[in-house]
């Protein structure tokens, strides 16, 4: 029972002395049942308390430990060093552990080594300082940390072998990739060589359908073409021995004229025989020269009109007056006499023949435009093909090589040809070429 002193001063109890018998009791009690080891040590390394905590830690009963050195706790080699440890603080006060917490070894009494945390701290008395160690048993936790471990280490050892099963794998379907990218390739490889030779095959089939077109056509032409001069020059040729009188010369006259004119026709289809076999061998060649455009249009214009028919006329419209080219004048001559005479020979009596030249930016220009019969729509995407008849043209003398030769020389001097046609009504060509040419781009 505590008693206290009242005011009329009766005696009470000593409340210091109840308190600090209170507060040692409290110390005491978590002293005893403190989780974590407790162990005090003098300043000789000698130990003072234990809790039971701290004695069970180590394997010992508490009775066993008071009294005795706390190196016995330590293994080698800290057992020997800690003696030095205790001097060196003493002498110098540098403390290595003392209010710094660390991990450590501890030795327990059947030898077994174990890892704890060690916080050690310093309380000074009034004559003398002692050390509390406190005890943090870190067995579990390293067991934790070492299985821990041990299953990073598997399952690392689980991932290399899966990554290498799946690199395998991997490789595998890269090998089988590249057999089938091979495959393929070799398949490609041989779908476009077939495809070639198909395209090559399909070529030569067509060179030889062009080819026998080209000889049928050729046949035809020819055997009209020739059979009429030929016919024409033989029936003059016997007509000519009947007139041997003198008074029958007009008659001879009549008839020298048609084997003339025969004769010319001929030698003109064998001319265009001569320039394509000549084309086709690369032996004409460009022979520029300076040309006066008045004097070779006048010079064609004379000559075209020995060709009219009767009634016909040329319109001609020259804006190149004074004007001088560099080209070939026989080339170009000979492209304008074509156009020229084909639009004579195509357009019936009466009518007009409309030739107009111009030259604009370095280019000479010039337009055939005729009243003729026209070219069937389904026949103008053939008709600079050798040897090519429109189908209204077939009564017509000619050899189907014109305008086949014409574009020939277009290319030769690196111009151009364009038309339009409206059957039975007219057709109308515009050609340009260079004013100066260069041989060395146009040469062949």
Same mark, same amino acid.
């Given at each position: @029972?505590?008693h &206290?002193?009242?005011?009329?001063?009766?005696? %009470?109890?000593?409340?210091?002395?109840?308190?600090?018998?209170?507060?040692?009791?409290?110390?005491?009690?978590? $002293?005893?049942?403190?989780?974590?080891?407790?162990?005090?040590?003098?300043?000789?390394?000698s130990?003072?308390?234990?809790n039971?905590?701290?004695?069970?830690?180590?394997?010992?009963?508490?009775?066993?430990?008071?009294?005795?050195?706390?190196?016995?706790?330590?293994?080698?080699?800290?057992? !020997?060093?800690?003696?030095?440890? @205790?001097?060196?603080?003493?002498?110098?006060?540098?403390a290595?552990?003392?209010?710094i917490?660390?991990?450590?070894?501890?030795l327990?009494?059947?030898g077994?080594?174990?890892?704890?945390? /060690?916080?050690?701290?310093?309380?000074?008395?009034?004559e003398?300082?002692?050390?509390?160690? &406190?005890?943090?048993?870190?067995?579990?936790?390293k067991?934790?940390? %070492?299985?821990?471990q041990?299953?990073?280490?598997?399952?690392?050892?689980?991932v290399?072998?899966?990554?290498?099963?799946?690199?395998?794998?991997? *490789? %595998?379907?890269?090998?089988?990739? !590249?057999?089938f990218?091979?495959?393929?390739?070799?398949?490609?490889?041989t779908? =476009?060589?077939?495809?070639?030779?198909?395209?090559e095959?399909?070529?030569?089939? =067509? %060179?030889?359908?062009?080819?026998?077109?080209?000889k049928?056509? $050729?046949?035809?032409?020819?055997?009209?073409?020739?059979?009429?001069?030929?016919?024409?020059?033989?029936?003059?040729?016997?007509?000519?021995?009947?007139?041997?009188?003198?008074?029958?010369?007009?008659?001879?006259d009549?008839? /020298?004229a048609?084997i003339?004119?025969?004769? =010319?026709?001929?030698?003109?289809?064998?001319?265009?025989?001569?320039?394509i076999?000549?084309?086709?061998?690369?032996?004409?060649?460009?022979?520029?020269?300076?040309?006066?455009?008045?004097?070779?249009v006048?010079?064609?214009y004379?000559?075209?009109?020995?060709?009219?028919?009767?009634?016909?006329?040329i319109?001609?419209? *020259?804006?190149?007056?004074?004007?001088?080219?560099?080209?070939?004048?026989?080339?170009?001559?000979?492209?304008?006499?074509?156009?020229l005479?084909?639009?004579?020979?195509?357009?019936?009596?009466?009518?007009?023949?409309?030739?107009?030249?111009?030259?604009?930016?370095?280019?000479?220009? &010039?337009?055939?435009?005729?009243?003729?019969?026209?070219?069937?729509?389904?026949?103008?995407?053939? /008709?600079?093909?050798?040897?090519?008849?429109?189908? *209204?043209?077939?009564?017509?003398?000619?050899?189907g090589?014109?305008?086949?030769?014409?574009?020939?020389?277009?290319?030769?001097?690196?111009?151009?040809?364009? &038309?339009?046609?409206?059957?039975?009504?007219?057709?109308?060509? +515009?050609?340009?070429?260079p @004013?100066?040419?260069?041989?060395?781009? +146009?040469?062949?």
């Open positions: @029972m505590c &206290f002193k009242d005011r009329q001063g009766g005696m %009470k109890a000593n409340s210091h002395e109840i308190s600090r018998s209170d507060l040692t009791l409290r110390l005491k009690t978590v $002293f005893e049942s403190a989780v974590d080891g407790i162990i005090i040590i003098d300043e000789q390394g130990m003072e308390e234990v039971p905590a701290g004695a069970r830690m180590f394997g010992y009963e508490v009775e066993e430990l008071i009294g005795k050195k706390v190196n016995i706790l330590m293994p080698l080699p800290y057992s !020997k060093e800690h003696d030095g440890y @205790m001097k060196n603080y003493h002498e110098t006060g540098v290595k552990i003392i209010g917490g660390r991990e450590v070894v501890g327990k009494k059947n077994e080594v174990f890892p704890f945390w /060690l916080s050690v701290s310093k309380v000074v008395l009034e003398r300082c002692i050390y509390t160690g &406190f005890i943090h048993d870190l067995t579990q936790i067991q934790a940390e %070492k299985k821990l041990t299953m990073n280490d598997e399952l690392e050892d689980l290399m072998e899966r990554t290498y099963e799946l690199e395998r794998v991997v *490789n %595998k379907l890269l090998d089988l990739n !590249k057999r990218e091979d495959e393929i390739r070799a398949h490609i490889f779908e =476009n060589l077939l495809r070639k030779k198909e395209a095959l399909t070529e030569s089939l =067509n %060179k030889e359908k062009e080819l026998g077109e080209l049928s056509r $050729f046949v035809s032409m020819a055997s009209h073409e020739f059979r009429t001069p030929l016919s024409t020059i033989l029936s003059s040729v016997a007509l000519l021995s009947r007139y041997t009188e003198s008074d029958q010369q007009s008659s001879r009549k008839h /020298l048609k003339k004119t025969a004769v =010319n026709h001929l030698t003109g289809i064998l001319n265009d025989f001569l320039s076999s000549k084309f086709d061998e690369g032996k004409i060649r460009a022979n520029p020269e300076a040309i006066n455009t008045d004097d070779m006048k010079e064609i004379e000559e075209m009109k020995a060709l009219l028919k009767p009634g016909q006329v319109n001609l419209n *020259n804006r190149t007056s004074g004007l001088t080219l560099f080209n070939d004048p026989k080339i170009i001559k000979n492209i304008f006499l074509n156009l005479s084909n639009a004579i020979k195509y357009s019936k009596e009466g009518s007009e023949i409309f030739w107009s030249v111009d030259a604009q930016n370095g280019k000479l220009y &010039f337009e055939v435009r005729d009243q003729g019969i026209g070219i069937p729509e389904e026949d103008q995407k053939y /008709l600079f093909d050798r040897f090519f008849r429109a189908s *209204n043209a077939t009564n017509i003398e000619g050899t090589l014109g305008l086949n030769i014409v574009k020939k020389y277009l290319e030769l001097l690196g111009g151009h040809i364009t &038309f339009k046609s409206v059957y039975g009504t007219g057709t109308t060509f +515009n050609v340009e070429i @004013m100066n040419l260069n041989i060395s781009e +146009n040469e062949t």
